[in-house]
């Protein structure tokens, strides 16, 4: 169903590849990314806000002027990842509260959305920061419920992951690790079963 919202305009071209950038960007360690990682980080950014992807030539124009403050807080953190750390706790709440099925609350400064019917990308953001901007992508990516399930916490290492509607783990390495506990556990446990049997045996040929 399209409808006009931030969302659907995207240099990402889906919504389990745009879900899958937010459960990355929640447990990103900004801090501590080499240079190349955090320069494409920032590309990663732009592409899930699509700026210069699909922008009209006026409003890359605009941006390249450094009047977007979007673009300046990328341009910002592509020297000083501390400016993503407000963007990456939030997504981070968003992914935790959709991951837990819990409940959290939001709140976001002032900017104001660009309707451009006639240009590539319809809907920009004008005057926000990094942070709502992608607050208001987020909100509307997590808004289809199948899809954002799909978003869930490993109960083996507790990383978020984005996976299949039926996937229990992270990957192959925490599913793996599981089966081989719950196998040890049903061995030791069936050692010991045929220990108590064979006591009872025992003390049945003693008596
Ligand atoms: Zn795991």
Known sequence: METV????????TSLPEAL???VRLA???VSHLKRGDLLNLCDDLRAYL???????????AYLKEGEGRIEK???KAETDPSVLNETVKTVLEIVKTVADRGKAHFTYGKGEYILDASA???VTYEGSSLRDAILHSAMGDVEE????????????????FYGQTNQLYCGRVCAGAVAVKRYRE???GDKATSKRLRKGTERKTEG
């Open 73 to 75: 807080d990328l341009r």
């Open 186 to 188: 049903k061995k030791s």
């Open 120 to 122: 590539k990308q319809i």
């Open 145 to 160: 419920l199948e899809q954002a399930h799909r978003i869930k916490r490993c109960p083996r290492c507790s990383r978020f």
């Open 20 to 22: 899958k950038f937010l």
């Open 5 to 12: 919202s931030p969302t659907n305009s995207r240099g990402m």
């Open 50 to 60: 699509n700026i210069e992807v699909n922008l009209s030539d006026d409003l890359r």
């Open 27 to 29: 447990q990103a360690d």
